[in-house]
Each structure stands twice: as structure tokens, then as C-alpha cells.
């Protein structure tokens, strides 16, 4: 099994490919090592890693951040083994409980006005299909969290989360993207 490694724009993180499908659908996310360990036994065998605070699972790639004080030449031999043994091991990625629990959760947290659907139907149909995949390249996901009155609510994970570049890409890249095809838009802000 070979597993490629790709940079992402926030430094405490990097991209690993395994080259076969790590979720079928949606994405997840870890900060918590304790809440990691029920979920996946992927993301609990990352977290054992001396150094790791973040795991975030998309369709084919998994994205690990890493503590300032530790350095990635130390650290990726023993996540690219963590990668390849959960791999090898034909075990799932996420626990059946965790996933009925995300299967529960999709879609439950949006908030917006039902007078604004038609906008927020145009916002959604950008994510998926500008913002999403171009985000995704760089090891990360951006999902939609409500609008109100012109401001369109979002949270960033993964590779995303917590990186330098992240204020420039909501303000000036999917700011400037939604307000030219949506005059309603007016500012984008991240929640989490």
C-alpha cells in the first residue's frame, strides 16, 4: 500500500492519500482525542501519536494537524503506519454507532429565515460545486450554517481549521465568489 502525502496551506497540517475510499459520504472531524477514540479506530490510533490534536476524514484523504512543538519528520512514520495498518486491516473507518450518530446529525444545525430559501439554495449549490472541491484539495471542508439578513454563516474543518490563510479565503475567494452571484450576500463569517 502506498500512501501519498500532500502540503496544505496551514503548515500544522498535512494531507495523507491513501489511494482507496476513507468516507463514502460527509466528512469528519476530531479535536478531541477521548470523543476520536469511540468513533474511529483510525482517528483513535492518530491520536495515539505523541504530538497530534486534530484528524479530519474526507472521501479519499485524511488530514492530521499537529502540535506546534512537534516536527513532521518524526511524525509521519508512525502516522503513515497508523494510515496503512487500519487500512490492512479491512476494519472500518468509523465505529456503526458514530456513523448512525453523524447519519442523525447531517443537516440538523442550519439556520436561516424560510422567506431567504431560494438564496440560500443558490449559496448551497456554490459550496457544493465551486467551494467544496477546491477546499477539499487542500485537505479541508467548508459547510454551509445559516444566513441572516446578508450574512452567510460557515464552518471550516480540517486542514481549514485554524490556518493562516483561512480569513483570506472566506473574505476575499468565497466572499467575493457569493456576492457576484448572490446580490444578497453582503459578508461571509465563520462558526464553528
Known amino acids: 500500500m502506498f500512501i501519498q502525502t500532500e502540503a496544505t496551506p496551514n503548515p500544522a497540517t498535512l494531507k495523507f492519500l491513501p489511494g482507496r475510499e476513507v468516507l463514502a459520504d460527509g466528512t469528519a472531524d476530531f479535536r ?18 505523541p504530538g497530534i490534536k486534530g484528524v479530519f476524514f474526507g472521501y479519499d484523504f485524511v488530514t492530521v494537524t499537529k502540535s506546534d512543538d512537534q516536527d513532521w519528520q518524526h511524525l509521519k512514520p508512525a502516522i503513515l503506519g497508523a494510515i496503512m495498518e487500519q487500512f490492512m486491516s479491512g ?9 448512525a450518530g453523524r447519519d442523525a446529525v447531517e443537516g440538523t444545525e442550519e439556520f436561516y429565515d424560510k422567506a431567504d430559501e431560494e438564496i440560500v439554495l443558490t449559496i448551497k449549490e456554490l459550496l457544493e460545486t465551486r467551494v467544496r472541491p477546491a477546499v477539499a484539495q487542500d485537505g479541508g471542508d467548508i459547510t454551509f450554517r445559516g444566513y441572516d439578513n ?5 464552518n471550516m474543518k480540517g486542514a ?10 472566506l473574505k476575499h475567494g468565497i466572499q467575493n465568489l457569493l456576492r ?9 463569517e465563520q462558526v464553528a
Do not use: I, Y
Open 91 to 99: 476494519a472500518p473507518v468509523m465505529s456503526r454507532a458514530a456513523q
Open 180 to 188: 457576484h452571484f448572490v446580490p444578497e450576500v453582503q459578508q461571509v
Open 150 to 154: 446578508g450574512t452567510v454563516f460557515l
Open 32 to 49: 478531541d482525542p477521548d470523543e476520536a477514540r469511540q468513533a474511529s479506530p483510525l482517528a483513535g490510533r492518530l491520536f495515539d501519536v
Open 160 to 169: 481549514c481549521a485554524g490556518c493562516p490563510s483561512s480569513t483570506a479565503t
